[in-house]
């Protein structure tokens, strides 16, 4: 198992454009909202006391959302590229037993790194 996670989380930052594009969609959200809605959101806001953290937390929620979702579906992708190639028949000749379940648990580990993982990471930021 820990091979095929290897594996998955080798051939996802292999693609680079795939990583740009996963991540894009959350870009795009931090982006408009720095340019366009954090003004507007915290003058509606206001008579909140302490508004401006919990717009930005709310914000970064949304943000890690968007990220994991999207990475979680770039790295599920690689197992249609494996059934398309039928990489999936010869891992099913090694030793993994039943290996779609394998593929699908370490897509999953994936998932929940980029998912749970990431706002620990990025508290720090």
């Known amino acids: 198992m820990l091979a095929l ?3 998955n989380f080798l051939l996802y930052f292999r693609n680079r454009p795939g990583v740009f594009f996963s991540l894009l969609g959350a870009l795009i959200s931090f982006i408009l909202y ?6 507007n959101l915290t003058d509606a806001w ?3 006391p302490n508004s401006g953290p919990l717009l930005n937390n ?3 929620s949304g943000t890690l959302a968007v990220t994991g979702i999207t ?3 770039a ?11 039928q990489v999936d028949k010869d891992l099913y000749l090694s030793n993994h037993g039943k290996v779609a379940v394998t593929i699908f648990v370490s897509s999953e580990c994936n998932h929940h790194f980029f998912c749970h993982a990431g706002p620990y990471v990025c508290a720090d930021v």
């Not at 720095?34 to 003004?39: A, C, E, P």
């Not at 790295?75 to 190639?85: F, P, S």
């Open 75 to 85: 790295a599920l992708t690689q197992l249609v590229k494996d059934r398309e190639h």
């Open 5 to 7: 996670l290897k594996r």
């Open 58 to 60: 709310w914000l970064m």
């Open 71 to 73: 990475t979680s579906l």
């Open 46 to 48: 206001a008579q909140l």
């Open 34 to 39: 720095i340019i366009f809605l954090q003004k």
